[in-house]
C-alpha cells in the first residue's frame, strides 16, 4: 500500500523559508517520479514542482528560482526548499506521486503572514 505522508508547514512571515518533506513507502522510490502541489481556499490544485525518477525537474513559473525540489533516495523522502516566500504562496502542500492513476498525501498547511 502506497503511503505518502508529509510534514513542515507552519506559518511564517513574508521573506521567510520552510522546507516541506515527504516521506514514501509502499512504492519503488528510485523508479517514481514525485511531485509537489498546492491548492489555496478558492482556487484549483495547481503543480509546484516535480522530480522525475531521471532527475529532470520542473518548477512552476511563479516558484521558479525561490523553491528548490529534491529526493533522497535513501530515506525515500522527496523535499521542498521554499525561500523568500510571498503571502500568495499561501495554500495546503501536497505530495504527490506518479504511481498508477496517482497517490496523494494528506497535504499541510503553508501559511505566509504579510
Known amino acids: 500500500q502506497v503511503q505518502l505522508v508529509e510534514s513542515g508547514g507552519g506559518l511564517v512571515q513574508a521573506g521567510g523559508s520552510l522546507r516541506l518533506s515527504c516521506a514514501a513507502s509502499?512504492?519503488?522510490?528510485?523508479?517514481?517520479?514525485m511531485a509537489w502541489y498546492r491548492q489555496a481556499p478558492g482556487k484549483q490544485r495547481e503543480l509546484v514542482a516535480r522530480i522525475r525518477s531521471g532527475g529532470i525537474i520542473d518548477y512552476a513559473d511563479s516558484v521558479r528560482g525561490r523553491f528548490t525540489i529534491s529526493r533522497d533516495g535513501f530515506k525515500n523522502t522527496v523535499f521542498l526548499q521554499m525561500n523568500s516566500l510571498k503571502p500568495e504562496d499561501t495554500a495546503v502542500y501536497y505530495c504527490y506521486g506518479e504511481i498508477g492513476s496517482g497517490s496523494w498525501g494528506q497535504g499541510t498547511q503553508v501559511t505566509v503572514s504579510s
Open positions: 509502499g512504492i519503488i522510490f528510485s523508479f517514481t517520479t
